[in-house]
C-alpha cells in the first residue's frame, strides 16, 4: 500500500456535542441496564413533534399544483417549469422566485428592502459561516476573528480548519459581549499582525449562552465595529424562536445596519434542518486589492460558486412553498390559490408552541425546586433559542462543582441525564485567560425529547426535576 505523507495536516478535535451524540447510543444502553430513564438536556436539535415533514410535504404538492396551473398546463404530459428547475442545473444564486418571496417576507418583517440579487443561498447557516471564513482565508494572511467567550462550538470547529486563522474572544455581561473589550480585542489582534475582517455573534438565543442582547448592547457593538472598520456577522437561527413580547424584542443587526453586517439566515429551526435551506445577506462593500470597492454578495457569490456551484433548487423551491399559504379565493378550475405570506412569525408560531410550553415547564420547575437555594444556583433566562446555561455558584463549603468530563458521564450514569459542559464552547484564548472559564457551568437545552403532545411536557418536567434533585445533591443540599 502507498505511504501517503501530509505532514502539515493536523487532526481537529472533536466538539464534546459532537462527543455526547456520538456516544449517547452507548450511555442510553447503560442507564436502561440501571433501570434508568434517559433525560434529554443536551441536544440542541428542533423538536420532532415539530419537524414532522407530513404536513409540509402536501402543503408543498398543492403549491406546486397551483404553480403547474398557473403556467397553464392542462396536458400532464408537459413537464412544468418548476419541475424541471428542481432537478436542473440551476445559477449559483438559485431560482429566482424562491429569493423573491424570501426578500419580499423576511424584508417586510424587520423593515427594509432586502435585494434578491444579494442574498446568496447556502447550506444552513453552517455553510453560511463557512462560506464567509473562506472567503477571508484565501489571500493566505494571519486573520483573526472576534468572537464571544463562550461561542458557539459549529463556529470554532470552522475556524479550527484554517491554520492561519484564530480567534479573539470577548467575555460576555447578561446584555452581551462588552465593547471596550471587543475594540482591544481587535486592537490585540491587529498589533499582532491578524488582519480582523468580523466579529461573529447570535445575538437571539445565543447559543450557548442562553439570552439574548439588549437593544443597548448592540448599538455599543454596532458603533465598536464601525469604528474599528470590521463586520458583525450575525447568526440568525433563533431569530423567530423568540419568547419576548413584540415590543421587546431587540433589532437583528441587519436592519440596523444591513452595510456593515453579514447577516445568516437558516430555515432549520422553523421549517426543517434536512433540506439545508440558507441565506447569506450583506449589503457591505469592501475596499479589495488596489484600493477596489465591490459588493461583499460580489465575493461571496464568486465564492460560492467554485464551493457549492449551486444548492438544491428543489430545496429553495419547497422553502418558496413554505413562505406561501392557501388563499381564501379558489382558482377558476377549483384548484387552489396560494398567496405569499405577509410575515414568517406565524409559520414560526407552529413551533414556538412547542419551545415556549417546554421552557416554561423548565423556569417553573426550576423556580419550584431551586427558588430558595439561590446562593447554589443560577440560571439564565432566554429571551429566545434553545438553551439556558446554569450555573453551580460554589459558594458553599462543600468541595466545588466542576462541569469537567467525568462530572458529564456521572449525570448520565447516575441520573439518566444528558447535558452539556460550558468548558468546551470558551475559545482557547478566553481559557487561557481563565483556565476556570465554563468549568461550573452547563448548557440545558429545552428543545429536544422523544416524546409529544401530554407526554412530552411530562418528559420535560421529569427531566427538569431528575436534574433539580441531581444539582441539589451535588452541592450537598438534601
Ligand atoms: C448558532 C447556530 N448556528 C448555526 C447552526 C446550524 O444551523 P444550520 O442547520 O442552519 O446549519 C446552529 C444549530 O444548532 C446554531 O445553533
New binding site residues.
Given amino acids: 500500500m502507498a505511504n501517503l505523507v501530509a505532514p502539515n495536516v493536523q487532526q481537529q478535535a472533536v466538539s464534546v456535542t459532537r462527543k455526547m451524540s456520538a456516544s449517547l447510543p452507548g450511555l442510553r444502553e447503560i442507564a436502561a441496564q440501571r433501570g434508568l430513564k434517559v433525560h434529554h438536556l443536551g441536544a440542541?436539535?428542533p423538536h420532532p413533534e415539530v419537524t414532522d415533514p407530513r404536513g409540509f410535504l402536501e402543503h408543498q404538492e398543492a403549491y406546486f399544483e397551483f404553480l403547474r396551473d398557473r403556467e397553464g398546463l392542462n396536458d400532464p404530459s408537459v413537464l412544468p417549469e418548476y419541475l424541471r428547475e428542481a432537478y436542473s442545473y440551476t445559477d449559483t444564486l438559485g431560482p429566482v422566485s424562491s429569493r423573491q418571496t424570501f426578500a419580499n417576507v423576511y424584508g417586510k418583517d424587520w423593515g427594509l428592502t432586502l435585494n434578491p440579487e444579494k442574498l446568496i443561498p447556502t447550506?444552513?447557516?453552517?455553510?453560511?459561516?463557512n462560506l464567509i471564513c473562506s472567503m477571508f482565508e484565501h489571500p493566505g494572511e494571519k486573520v483573526a476573528y472576534i468572537t464571544d467567550a463562550p461561542t458557539?462550538a459549529?463556529?470554532t470547529a470552522r475556524v479550527a480548519l484554517c491554520q492561519h486563522a484564530t480567534i479573539f474572544s470577548v467575555e460576555m455581561d447578561g446584555e452581551g459581549a462588552l465593547p471596550e473589550v471587543m475594540r482591544a480585542q481587535i486592537r490585540a489582534a491587529r498589533e499582532q499582525g491578524y488582519f480582523v475582517p468580523f466579529y461573529y455573534t447570535?445575538p437571539d438565543g445565543?447559543?450557548p449562552g442562553g439570552f439574548s442582547f439588549s437593544q443597548r448592547r448592540r448599538e455599543a457593538i454596532l458603533e465598536v465595529a464601525g469604528e474599528e472598520g470590521i463586520l458583525i456577522l450575525e447568526?440568525a437561527?433563533?431569530l423567530y424562536i423568540n419568547f419576548a413580547a413584540p415590543a421587546d424584542r431587540a433589532k437583528p443587526f441587519f436592519s440596523m445596519a444591513p452595510e456593515q453586517t453579514v447577516h445568516?439566515f437558516?430555515?432549520?429551526?422553523i421549517g426543517f434542518?434536512g433540506p439545508?435551506v440558507?441565506f447569506l445577506y450583506s449589503e457591505a462593500e469592501l475596499e479589495i486589492s488596489e484600493g477596489k470597492k465591490v459588493a461583499l454578495s460580489e465575493l461571496a457569490l464568486v465564492e460560492s460558486s467554485s464551493e457549492l456551484l449551486f444548492h438544491s433548487p428543489g430545496a429553495l423551491r419547497g422553502f418558496e412553498a413554505l413562505l406561501h399559504e392557501k388563499s381564501e379565493n379558489q382558482g377558476q378550475d377549483a384548484a387552489e390559490t396560494f398567496i405569499e405570506r405577509q410575515s414568517i412569525w406565524p409559520l414560526a408560531e407552529e413551533t414556538l408552541v412547542v419551545y415556549r410550553e417546554n421552557r416554561q415547564i423548565l423556569l417553573d420547575v426550576f423556580e419550584r425546586e431551586l427558588g430558595m437555594h439561590k446562593a447554589h444556583f443560577s440560571w439564565t433566562m432566554p429571551e429566545g433559542?434553545?438553551f439556558t446555561v446554569f450555573t453551580f455558584l460554589n459558594t458553599s463549603t462543600t468541595e466545588p462543582v466542576r462541569t469537567d468530563d467525568a462530572m458529564i458521564e456521572k449525570m448520565v450514569m447516575d441520573h439518566g441525564l444528558v447535558v452539556i459542559p460550558m468548558y468546551d464552547f470558551y475559545p482557547k484564548d478566553a481559557r487561557e485567560r481563565d483556565p476556570g472559564a465554563g468549568m461550573n457551568q452547563l448548557r440545558l437545552s429545552f428543545c429536544f425529547s422523544e416524546s409529544a403532545g401530554q407526554q412530552r411536557r411530562d418528559d420535560m418536567r421529569e427531566a427538569v426535576e431528575a436534574f433539580c434533585d441531581a444539582a441539589k445533591s451535588l452541592v450537598g443540599i438534601a
Fill in positions: 440542541g436539535y447550506v444552513g447557516a453552517s455553510g453560511g459561516i458557539y459549529g463556529f447570535v445565543h447559543n447568526d437561527p433563533y445568516l437558516t430555515g432549520s429551526k434542518p439545508r440558507g433559542g434553545f
